[in-house]
């Protein structure tokens, strides 16, 4: 818990006037007696929804700009909502080493199997997706997206990806840890899904 700033009677020596009318850098027991003496909360003392909004604020900036990018993509690859949303999901089951089903599709677009198989046959007909036998499980057929579509994935995503390599870099190893730990507990967060009422 912050300590309690000090008044600023108690921090500061009686001055004349007309040096307390603006901050010293040499004096910083004087700026943050003013900063007091105005009402405003020093930067150790601020409230922790502060610290909440701020990282809030920047949540909904990164979530707005990934939503744009995935309307350009969308654009790009001439393709419905639903549909891109089930064509990254068979590229993350892919890139996971996990086969992905058409009931999958349903589970995490919230559709029914019927409405699930028509986006599955309309990505079949636009040459996105493939469909294989699954041979664990003869009722189910495998999902896999064509050659063509993981190059045009590669490519709308390869300059973004790239700068963010870059930004990587600049990283030391605690500051990685620390942004992978944060960006996994905001995950953890995010996966739990909108309150019910």
Excluded: W
Excluded at 147 to 160: G, H, Q
């Amino acid at each position: 818990m912050a300590t309690p700033a000090p008044h600023a009677a108690e921090t500061l020596p009686p001055q004349a006037p007309d040096a307390q009318e603006g901050p010293d850098d040499s004096q910083p027991a004087l700026r943050n007696a003013q900063v007091v003496g105005t009402g405003m909360p020093l930067l150790e003392e601020r409230a922790p929804t502060d610290a909440a909004s701020e990282i809030l604020a920047r949540m909904r900036r990164v979530r707005d700009a990934d939503i744009a990018f995935a309307l350009q993509l969308r654009q790009q690859l001439d393709l419905s909502g639903n549909d891109l949303a089930a064509v990254t999901l068979i590229q993350h089951c892919e890139a996971k080493g996990t086969n992905a089903h058409a009931k999958d599709i349903a589970h995490q677009l919230g559709v029914t199997s019927a409405a699930a198989t028509i986006i599955v046959d309309r990505l079949v007909a636009l040459g996105h997706v493939l469909r294989t036998d699954d041979p664990n499980d003869g009722r189910q057929r495998i999902l896999s997206l064509t050659p063509s579509t993981c190059e045009l994935l590669e490519n709308a995503t390869r300059d973004a990806d790239r700068a963010l390599a870059e930004l990587a870099a600049t990283l030391s190893t605690r500051e990685r840890t620390r942004l992978t730990t944060l960006l996994d507990a905001v995950a953890e967060i995010l996966d739990a899904g909108p309150a019910t009422s």
